[in-house]
T-cell receptor
Framework: KNQVEQSPQSLIILEGKNCTLQ??????????LRWYKQDTGRGPVSLTI?????NTKSNGRYTATLDADTKQSSLHITASQLSDSASYIC?????????????FGRGTQLTVWP | EADIYQTPRYLVIGTGKKITLECSQT?????MYWYQQDPGMELHLIHY???????EKGDLSSESTVSRIRTEHFPLTLESARPSHTSQYLC?????????????FGAGSRLTVL
């Protein structure tokens, strides 16, 4: 069964600290993996997208890694800011169709305290 | 500015009412989607469209219906709302970035049925 599991479910850190969010998936055949940031009451916004051949990609203070062999990805946030408080969603696409079916994780709820 | 718009953002209605959630995008995307999201849960695809006059049901069974008469417009309708329809509804459209199908989400419509 194709699944996307994220951990931790929630995380609280102090402003300025770093953190790492995890995503494990069983989706096959794998096409790409995306990380989205969803602010409360808003739609998700894309942070990074990685294909099979990419093992790291950065977007400002956000760095995503991908290990396609172990089917794991992580999102590292450096020098956290209050505005980083949001839900971070891991989404994996398969290659089963031209469109590519998307499998969503439940997200990690990050809270950054001052 | 290219974007995707959803209205209303918040709607509280009584049981049995007919409602239409509007979604419009100005990016010229052919593919559009409706997702349903409950708190702390993953997004579930309820409808999608590959272009004008093309609509398909998604993974999650829904009593809602959609139409795609114009490329930029993808409204969702509930003929008779019930409390079980209370949820957040997210509209998205997709283009292709680096060969991957990347979703752009609207801000969402939060529906509460009393």
């Amino acid at each position: 069964k194709n699944q996307v599991e994220q951990s931790p479910q929630s995380l609280i850190i102090l402003e300025g600290k770093n953190c790492t969010l995890q995503c494990n998936y069983t989706v096959s055949p794998f096409s790409n993996l995306r990380w989205y940031k969803q602010d409360t009451g808003r739609g998700p916004v894309s942070l990074t997208i990685m294909t099979f051949s990419e093992n790291t990609k950065s977007n400002g203070r956000y760095t995503a890694t991908l290990d396609a062999d172990t089917k794991q990805s992580s999102l590292h946030i450096t020098a956290s800011q209050l505005s980083d408080s949001a839900s971070y969603i891991c989404v994996v696409s398969d290659r089963g169709s031209t469109l590519g079916r998307l499998y969503f994780g439940r997200g990690t709820q990050l809270t950054v305290w001052p | 500015e290219a974007d995707i718009y959803q209205t209303p953002r918040y709607l509280v209605i009584g049981t049995g009412k007919k409602i239409t959630l509007e979604c419009s995008q100005t990016m010229g995307h052919d593919k559009m989607y409706w997702y349903q999201q409950d708190p702390g849960m993953e997004l579930h695809l309820i409808h999608y469209s590959y272009g004008v006059n093309s609509t398909e049901k998604g993974d999650l069974s829904s009593e809602s219906t959609v139409s795609r008469i114009r490329t930029e417009h993808f409204p969702l309708t509930l003929e008779s709302a019930r409390p079980s329809h209370t949820s957040q509804y997210l509209c998205a459209s997709s283009g292709t970035t680096s060969g991957a199908n990347v979703l752009t989400f609207g801000a969402g419509s939060r529906l509460t049925v009393l």
